[in-house]
């Protein structure tokens, strides 16, 4: 087990996400400065999903539950994060 913190931006049509360095293998497709961008965003009033190209094979999906905060991003095998946002300015939800 391990403490580690991401970050995600959101915005009509797209978004990005920022890994800790513990979810960046070795064999990953760069990013930009550290950031990837989200595909298939979709954002309703209870949840955020999307998709990311951390490599050729390995395209994790991220899911948030709007309500509780809760974060799960799932790839390939063992790959994965589980955790809990928080929303950075103020508003009717935690994430």
Known sequence: MFDASLMIQTWAGGGRIRLPRSLIPPINSRGNNGWWDLHNVSVSPDMIRATYRLN???????????RTGRITVQGLSNYGFRGTCDLIGNGPHRF
Request: hydrophobic letters at 35%; zero cysteines.
């Open 56 to 66: 050729g094979l390995n395209k994790p999906r991220v899911m948030i539950d709007r």
